[in-house]
Nanobody
Framework: QVQLVESGGGLVQVGGSLRLSCAASGRTFSRNAMGWFRQAPGKEREFVAAISWTRSSTYYADGVKGRLTISRDNAKNTVSLQMNSLKPDDTAVYYC?????????????????WGQGTHVTVSS
């Protein structure tokens, strides 16, 4: 079992920044790929970003490239998502996720464990 707890969500104005964090505990964290998904009201959960356990590879959804940056600290068992130049369309519940392998195909069905989510609201 892996437990994931997100933090850092909140209300921010258009163009602002937020940094989300996810603390992992339980089974070995450092070997797992980590990712972030989001789910806006009335929409399906969608992939945002992922990072390999070695931190050598990252992968982003097209709509967030250049604005969002994923990182991880294996010594602290944390993964972060730095969000800059936020837009109203970024409003969603953001979920931390993990699975054993990295790869470039991240569907919600391929995730092994989820966090409980943290709300991000971008106001215009």
């Amino acid at each position: 079992q892996v437990q994931l707890v997100e933090s850092g969500g909140g209300l921010v104005q258009v163009g602002g920044s937020l940094r989300l964090s996810c603390a992992a505990s339980g089974r070995t964290f450092s070997r797992n790929a980590m990712g972030w998904f989001r789910q806006a009201p009335g929409k399906e959960r969608e992939f945002v970003a992922a990072i390999s356990w070695t931190r050598s590879s990252t992968y982003y959804a097209d709509g967030v490239k250049g604005r969002l940056t994923i990182s991880r600290d294996n010594a602290k068992n944390t993964v972060s998502l730095q969000m800059n130049s936020l837009k109203p369309d970024d409003t969603a519940v953001y979920y931390c996720a993990t699975r054993a392998t990295f790869g470039s195909t991240w569907y919600a069905s391929t995730v092994d464990y989820w966090g409980q989510g943290t709300h991000v609201t971008v106001s215009s």
